[in-house]
T-cell receptor
Framework: AQSVTQPDIHITVSEGASLELRCNYS??????LFWYVQSPGQGLQLLLK??????LVQGIKGFEAEFKRSQSSFNLRKPSVHWSDAAEYFC???????????FGKGTSLLVTP | ETGVTQSPTHLIKTRGQQVTLRCSSQ?????VSWYQQALGQGPQFIFQ???????GRGNFPPRFSGLQFPNYSSELNVNALELDDSALYLC???????????FGPGTRLTVT
């Protein structure tokens, strides 16, 4: 079954520093991949998605992600983190069925002054 | 454009009771999916409704059931509540392009 793994449970970065959140997928064909962000008490907000084509995708809030087939990865990056970026980040892959999203366990981001 | 809304925000139930959660999809969306998010975990797919029919189901028992109405709003019903049903229940809506799902704020269910 299609699945994603987020190796880092917690990450702490200083405000203004760069950020990279890791996501590894398990899927035979080209996966449909997503990054979502969840702030406390909020639902999930879609940051960006990858279906095909250019392997570097741009999203909202200054985030980008790069699809690397050779590494089975879809890491999320941001060049300069803001305090408001502190949240839970989820990587997800569309299932074979085409209707369910399979999520990772999430990475909790803490931003320090 | 109105986003996905869910009600109620919070709910406390006793083991063995039944609960109904509600979701209004985003304007123009005809597909609704439900997810369960336990504390510290990622969301898990429960089922999806498309044009009032169940379109797919995850690994959840039959006591989890749902409905979709002609206006594309949806209900999630859970019978015989168990303590492990305590979670955040998320509703997501989408169009026929199933892969872009937009989530509501969720309903926090506590079973005591």
């Amino acid at each position: 079954a299609q699945s994603v793994t987020q190796p880092d449970i917690h990450i702490t970065v200083s405000e203004g520093a760069s950020l990279e959140l890791r996501c590894n997928y398990s899927y035979g064909a080209t996966p449909y991949l997503f990054w979502y962000v969840q702030s406390p008490g909020q639902g999930l907000q879609l940051l960006l998605k990858y279906f095909s084509g250019d392997t570097l995708v741009q999203g909202i809030k200054g985030f980008e992600a790069e699809f690397k087939r050779s590494q089975s990865s879809f890491n999320l990056r941001k060049p300069s983190v803001h305090w408001s970026d502190a949240a839970e980040y989820f990587c997800a892959v569309l299932s074979n069925s085409g209707y369910a999203l399979n999520f990772g366990k999430g990475t909790s981001l803490l931003v320090t002054p | 454009e109105t986003g996905v809304t869910q009600s109620p925000t919070h709910l406390i139930k006793t083991r063995g009771q039944q609960v109904t959660l509600r979701c209004s999809s985003q304007s123009g969306h005809n597909t609704v999916s439900w997810y369960q998010q336990a504390l510290g975990q990622g969301p898990q797919f429960i089922f999806q409704y498309y044009r009032e029919e169940e379109n797919g189901r995850g690994n959840f028992p039959p006591r989890f059931s749902g409905l979709q109405f002609p206006n594309y709003s949806s209900e999630l019903n859970v019978n015989a509540l168990e303590l492990d049903d305590s979670a955040l229940y998320l509703c997501a809506s989408s169009t026929d392009r199933l892969y872009e799902q937009y989530f509501g704020p969720g309903t926090r269910l506590t079973v005591t």
